[in-house]
């Protein structure tokens, strides 16, 4: 954690981090699509089939829901476990490849997305769903490859083992990593 003004840049937030600016953050990249997509529905109202598929939307919105959630949750866990920081803006001290991190380098955001879509289901709300599409692609070119460049050039070979071993979003590689 930056103590002193050195170690802040103008935004109040640590040099040493992937994310320098107040808005690179995912409640940003995926919030202001979700309040446009809200606009969007109140002026351009759009909604999923109704009738049969309204119970099925609704469980699958919760079904989602909840996994979201628990990812969240359990990346949360995680980086408490080690003393890692979950807010931008805060240098990484560590890679984690534990726990829920095992099986995706970006669970949290994994997770949130999973949230958005899971209530987008069950409120109704397709335009959520249209512009997730542009907020993921902006969510790779803000958020993640920064991250990536960032825990590359902190932690190199230990960091390239990890991106070789585990997928971005979810999974597994089936191949050893090399050295």
Same mark, same amino acid.
Do not use: C, M
């Given at each position: 954690m930056p103590t002193s003004p050195q170690e802040m840049d103008g935004n109040n937030m640590a040099?040493?981090? $992937?994310?320098?600016?107040?808005w690179q953050t995912f409640e940003v990249v995926f919030g202001v699509p979700f309040?446009?997509?809200?606009?969007?529905?109140l002026f351009f109202p759009f909604s999923f089939p109704r009738g049969f598929f309204t119970p099925a939307l609704i469980v699958a919105g919760a079904i989602v829901l909840f996994i979201g959630v628990i990812l969240a949750f359990l990346a949360r866990r995680e980086f408490a476990k080690y003393n890692q920081p979950t807010d931008p803006g805060h240098p990484t001290l560590k890679i984690i490849n534990t726990g829920v991190?095992?099986?995706?380098?970006n669970p949290l955001y994994l997770g949130g997305i999973c949230i958005i879509v899971?209530? $987008?289901?069950?409120?109704?709300?397709?335009?959520?769903?249209? %512009? %997730?599409?542009?907020a993921l692609l902006v969510c790779h070119f803000v958020l993640i490859f920064p991250e990536e460049r960032?825990?590359?050039?902190?932690?190199?070979?230990?960091?390239? %083992?990890y991106t070789h071993s585990?997928?971005?979003?979810?999974?597994?590689?089936?191949?050893?990593?090399?050295?």
């Open positions: 040099i040493d981090t $992937a994310h320098t600016k107040w309040l446009i997509a809200i606009f969007l529905q991190f095992s099986f995706s380098r899971g209530v $987008a289901l069950i409120v109704n709300l397709p335009w959520v769903l249209i %512009l %997730l599409l542009p960032y825990l590359t050039a902190k932690f190199s070979n230990e960091y390239r %083992l585990v997928h971005r979003w979810i999974g597994r590689s089936k191949s050893p990593p090399t050295k």
